[in-house]
């Protein structure tokens, strides 16, 4: 009985984790709602601080080593090449940027890659 608990409560706390990272990306949506170029930087620095968990050196790869990190988790090409202008438009503010694509590509690749993380390693996104 103690272990079906001790597991049902560490099922409950992961759940609940995840679904904290998954509003952190709404809240950043709403604190940038009139800054695409910000909202995307924040997505990105999301993103590399969840992929911090797949690669070290995750905070500072950039191109075709991002992308394989990204890769890492199991997701689309489409998402994958979604998330891959994120870099881009955060430095060109006036590049086109569709918020409710982005929004959805990166809860598709943090709901997969909070699946494949450890409990222990939850404190950290």
Known sequence: CFCAYHLYQRAKHRRLWRMRVLAEVQLLSDRHAHDDAAYAASLHQL???????????AHHVQGASWRRVLAQVPIDAGTLDTLMTLE???????????????????????????RRMKLAETGHV
């Open 47 to 57: 993103l590399r601080r969840a992929a911090w968990r797949y690669a070290a050196d």
């Open 88 to 114: 881009a438009r955060m430095y060109q503010p006036h590049a086109g940027f569709d918020r409710l694509a982005m929004e959805a590509a990166v809860h598709r690749w943090l709901q997969m890659a909070l």
